[in-house]
């Protein structure tokens, strides 16, 4: 039988966690009710500027006192903006001065907006790298340096299906989500050694309340049960992968879709 506290003794940090139906949020439930101590990283006002209702920098807060009122270990970090240069190695730092050394780095984080070819600026483009990319790599980097030396890391990524089919709408996030997809692979190499696992997940279209009406159900007739997939599902796969269960995995990108099926 699996222990329900699997998680007990380590620390993990989670990025993107900035409004109630996002897949941060339920990473964040899933790893704590697990027995992690989860610190909360998020940017709200970028959600808010994506005109998500439940996006807010009151947000955090309310969900560490529900992760408490449940017995949970929870805390966070200041908020912030991770396009800013040397932004990305400073939560590391925070994180590891405030609450010692993480075990755990869930970069959940990604920044993207729509513009089909035709409509590309350097602005656009360099922002979707920044947030999706740099940013990434500077805090695997600052993680590994961190971690003590014997001890077990892991690392999870996300990507999304640019890599199972075009996205046309949003190239500049597909080709830094693609660009992730490279990371995952080129990190699990240079820290297997240092006993560091580095994982990622696409997690197919997932319910976070950005569509709605015919758009919603076109996208949930592409599935076969004929529903989205859940943060829920998403957050069971981080659990895993955050867990010593899944000690000899590294260096895969799991599609955790429900059978979506494109065109």
Not at 176 to 184: D, F, P, Y
């Amino acid at each position: 039988m699996k222990n329900c506290n699997d998680l007990a003794g380590k620390t993990i940090l989670v990025t993107g966690v900035s409004r109630s139906q996002g897949i941060g949020a339920a990473i964040a439930r899933e790893l704590a009710q697990n027995g992690a101590r989860v610190i909360l990283h998020g940017y709200a006002r970028y959600d808010e500027t994506m005109g998500y209702a439940d996006a807010g920098d009151g947000f955090l807060a309310s969900l560490l006192q529900e992760l408490r009122g449940k017995g949970c270990q929870a805390e966070s970090t200041s908020s912030s903006d991770l396009s800013v240069s040397g932004e990305a190695i400073s939560v590391i730092r925070r994180v590891r001065e405030a609450f010692g050394p993480l075990d755990g780095l869930v970069l959940n984080h990604a920044y993207s907006t729509n513009a089909p070819l035709g409509q590309w600026t350097e602005e656009h483009i360099e922002k979707h790298l920044k947030v999706n990319v740099t940013a990434s790599m500077m805090m695997i980097q600052e993680f590994s340096r961190q971690l003590p030396a014997g001890k077990r890391g892991a690392i999870t990524l996300f990507t999304s299906g640019q890599y199972l089919g075009p996205m046309t709408k949003e190239i500049a996030y597909a080709v830094s989500k693609e660009a992730i997809v490279g990371l995952c692979r080129q990190a699990a190499a240079a820290l297997a050694e240092q006993n560091i696992q580095v994982n990622c997940i696409n997690p197919g279209p997932t319910d976070t309340g950005y569509l709605f009406g015919e758009e919603y159900e076109a996208v949930a007739r592409m599935f076969p049960l004929g529903k989205w997939g859940k943060p829920e599902d998403a957050a069971r796969l981080v659990h895993f992968l955050q867990s010593d269960d899944s000690r000899w995995i590294t260096g895969e990108v799991i599609a955790s879709e429900g059978g979506f099926r494109r065109g």
